[in-house]
């Protein structure tokens, strides 16, 4: 692979379940990024990692958790779904935290019902 | 509050240039990324300032005054492909990225 993955593409969920979405980087980037994007309000920073063992809270952080085990893999977890998580989810990554250029992932759309 | 402002649409002929204006008001400055969005795309990296400024880059140009909190995009000799949200994003005091809600522009033949 060459980038940034991610997955699923998309996923339909019952509220209350809990979900995983998967985010592998090969660029040996140090800094990785959880967005959501919803219409008219641009991506907002869910949870980020500065480098791998360390993660942060963004803007949006309540119901959503991460884990940084390694440099490649940031995976997001929804504990407990709810219909206000329906949204694009992205994933990004870039060199070092804030003044790299990030590279995103092709997203998961994500629909709780 | 931080904040990032910018249109929410514009609409421009084919060939023709257009500029998308940025104002943002964030808790310190460490940069001012623009990003170009196809529909149902993931972002693409298009400019990055931190000084005041013009860059140039091919067909578009990015432009920051620090002391007015101002950005711009510009594209020239505008095409089809163009036809995308641009979205302007500001790294913080915390190196984070604050986004705006993007600009879709619509090119029209």
């Known amino acids: 692979i060459a980038g940034i993955t991610q997955a699923p593409t998309s996923q339909i969920l019952a509220a209350g379940r809990r979900m995983t979405l998967r985010c592998t980087q090969d660029m040996r980037h140090n800094a990785m990024y959880w967005y959501r994007q919803d219409l008219g309000l641009g991506l907002r920073l869910i949870h980020y990692?500065?480098?791998?063992?360390?993660?942060g809270k963004g803007e949006v952080p309540d119901g959503y958790s991460v884990s940084r085990a390694n440099t490649d893999d940031f995976p997001l977890t929804l504990a407990s779904a709810v219909p206000s998580q329906t949204s694009v989810y992205f994933c990004a990554s870039s060199r070092a935290l804030g003044v790299n250029e990030q590279f995103f992932g092709p997203g998961t759309r994500l629909t709780v019902l | 509050g931080q904040n990032i402002d910018q249109p929410t649409e514009m609409t421009a002929t084919e060939g023709a240039i257009v500029q998308i204006n940025c104002t943002y008001q964030?808790?310190?400055?460490?940069?001012l990324f623009w990003y170009q969005q196809h529909a149902g795309e993931a972002p693409t990296f298009l400019s990055y300032n931190v000084l005041d400024g013009l860059e140039e880059k091919g067909r578009f140009s990015s432009f920051l005054s620090r002391s007015k909190g101002y950005s711009y995009l510009l594209l020239k000799e505008l095409q089809m492909k163009d036809s995308a949200s641009y979205l302007c994003a500001v790294t913080d005091s915390n190196y984070q990225l604050i986004w705006g809600a993007g600009t879709k522009l619509i090119i029209k033949p």
């Open positions: 990692s500065n480098t791998a063992g360390t993660t």
């Open positions: 964030t808790s310190g400055f460490n940069g």
